[in-house]
């Protein structure tokens, strides 16, 4: 529509990026980033609760502690819940230094009481239930998003209803009427730059 994207400057680039990351956030608002959001804080929430019944009790670890554990747990756990997978919890007390002791936390469900082991499997399985669903399919439809907004933007420039970027040099726009297509115009953007010929095509 107005030459390839290796004729754009820098600055013109910047510019009709901010435009069609504006147009992208207004498609989003409503939808798939709320979702990707929402699914997230509950794939934590499930992490974190998950993360505090892998400590082994009869330890004497503050509150604190413990919560810090569980936080850098469920984190850990966002990524990989996507492919229904689990970090290894000592990996991560290890990773934190020597605030928890690997040796007081169950290393696997398997490992420890039945009560906990069925507690830990429902975390884990609705951690990944959210994060293999709710939140994977949100990230395709950002996907769509931004190329529908790439698309919606492309027509606007078509349709001469897109007004042209903002000059910095202060040399004017020229207008030029166009038929379907121009070779002469596209040539004339690469040259001079796409922000002193704003072409209207029919």
Not at 51 to 62: A, E, F, Q, R, S
Not at 177 to 201: C, D, K, W, Y
């Amino acid at each position: 529509v107005m030459g390839s994207t290796n004729s754009m400057t820098s600055e013109e680039w910047l510019a009709s990026s901010h435009r069609l990351l504006r147009e992208s956030k207004t498609r989003m608002a409503g939808g798939p980033a709320y979702a990707v959001l929402g699914g997230s804080l509950a794939v934590l929430t499930l992490g974190f609760w998950e993360g505090m019944g892998c400590i082994k009790p009869g330890n004497d670890y503050t509150r604190l502690q413990k919560f810090r554990f569980a936080a850098r747990y469920s984190f850990a756990q966002l990524i990989p819940s996507i492919v229904w997978a689990t970090q290894c919890p000592g990996s991560i007390a290890k990773d934190m230094g020597a605030k928890i002791n690997p040796k007081h936390l169950f290393e696997s469900p398997s490992l420890s009481p039945p009560r906990v082991h069925l507690f830990l499997n429902r975390m884990s399985a609705l951690r990944g239930a959210i994060a293999g669903s709710v939140i994977l399919s949100q990230v395709f439809a950002l996907t769509d998003v931004l190329s529908n907004s790439r698309a919606a933007y492309a027509d606007r420039i078509r349709h001469g209803r897109e007004p042209p970027l903002e000059d910095s040099s202060r040399k004017g726009v020229v207008i030029r009427l166009a038929g379907e297509r121009s070779l002469v115009t596209n040539l004339t953007m690469a040259r001079q730059g796409r922000r002193h010929l704003f072409p209207i095509f029919e």
